[in-house]
């Protein structure tokens, strides 16, 4: 009788720890997939915190590996319709056509950080992204390492003043991509090896700050409003930055642009680009047909040219109103190949001339 009791009691211990091990696994343990759809999903993981800015939810370290190595549309951790403040960090997702989603939570409440999510996605099948994030304001992206996903490293649907910084993003289509978006803050991100390092459309009044760009097509491409590009580093792509057609307001000063096809290429209207180094492209600047009303003064426009042309103009003209000089300072930008000219004529169909061109370089 007393074997038989130890012999039950053994038994509900086993299944006891099976349920526990099921459905509450601890953070060091591997998983396929998190699930959480509503607040009353956090409850079934019994992850630390209560859910408060205070004291959010931590879901930390998990390891999450689709066994079907990414031939399915699963995702690794798919939140939504959440108002409880979480934390996403340090777990390793790999295989998944989406490794993060996150969509419609409450403003302010999520933080993506510290992740690594690797080879994900790779087919043609449809949209493919490391973290996918939809409907959902304020979010916070940082320091996580993104790999190998078919289609973006990090895509952004109708969410607003989101901070995404510090990411390094590698052998996607596109490193990070903007949809429909306004107010982020694209902060210190490494993009390398992708076919499109960053791109929006439609979405505006947005700042990208001292980002790393070394991808195959176009470092940056940008559609929208009131967009700011400041200190960024673009190479080796055949396009630097671009600014798309139906594009206003922009401001481009203080980026490194070196050895692309053409370094900026803008249909912009009313564009401000200044004090940037272009450095060895094949051509300097291209402002097209739509390009209009835009300035360009401060920049250092040094060997922008193919090799033994140095006859050839740094840039190219073929918009309406475009000024190559600050029209008050009466102060336009430095020509590596200027000689003893005094003024510099730009390449394309306009005529335009830089009639105040700089003896030196800005510094």
Not at 85 to 94: D, L, R
Not at 138 to 160: F, M, P, Q, R
Not at 186 to 198: D, H
Not at 251 to 258: G, R
Request: include cysteine; charged fraction near 15%.
């Amino acid at each position: 009788m007393r074997v038989r009791k130890r012999t039950i009691a053994i038994l509900i211990i086993i299944i006891l720890s099976t349920v526990v091990f099921l459905f509450f696994p601890p953070k060091t343990w591997k998983i396929n997939q998190i699930t959480i759809g509503g607040d009353f999903g956090f409850t079934r993981y019994k992850f630390p915190g209560k859910g408060t800015a205070d004291n959010p939810y931590i879901i930390r370290g998990y390891t999450l590996v689709n066994p079907e190595r990414g031939f399915t549309f699963k995702t690794g951790i798919h939140i939504y319709g959440t108002t409880k403040h979480f934390i996403i960090t340090e777990c390793i997702i790999s295989f998944f056509y989406r490794g993060i989603k996150i969509y419609n939570v409450k403003a302010g409440t999520c933080n993506l950080m510290n992740n690594t999510i690797l080879e994900g996605g790779m087919s043609d099948s449809g949209p493919a992204h490391g973290i996918e994030l939809m409907e959902s304001d304020e979010v916070i992206i940082c320091n996580n390492t993104i790999d190998a996903y078919y289609d973006a490293g990090i895509n952004l649907h109708w969410s607003n003043n989101c901070t995404i910084e510090g990411n390094n993003i590698a052998d996607c289509s596109r490193g990070i991509r903007i949809l429909v978006s306004s107010n982020n803050r694209i902060l210190k991100n490494n993009l390398e090896r992708n076919r499109y390092g960053i791109t929006f459309y439609k979405s505006n009044d947005s700042l990208l700050f001292d980002n790393f760009f070394n991808n195959e097509n176009t470092n940056i491409g940008l559609n929208g409003y009131g967009n700011s590009i400041y200190k960024n580093t673009c190479l080796n792509a055949l396009i630097g930055i671009e600014i798309l057609s139906e594009s206003k307001d922009f401001d481009i000063a203080f980026n490194y642009i070196s050895n692309n096809t053409e370094g900026i290429v803008s249909e912009c209207y009313n564009c401000s680009i200044y004090e940037n180094n272009i450095y060895r492209n094949l051509v300097g600047i291209y402002l097209k047909r739509d390009s209009r009303d835009t300035v360009i003064y401060f920049n250092n426009f040094i060997e922008n040219y193919p090799l033994l042309e140095s006859n050839q103009s740094q840039a190219i003209d073929v918009g309406l109103f475009n000024i190559w000089y600050h029209p008050i300072l009466l102060q336009g930008n430095y020509w590596s190949n200027i000689g003893t000219n005094s003024t510099y004529l730009i390449g394309g169909t306009r005529g335009s001339v830089d009639k105040y061109p700089l003896s030196s370089p800005i510094a």
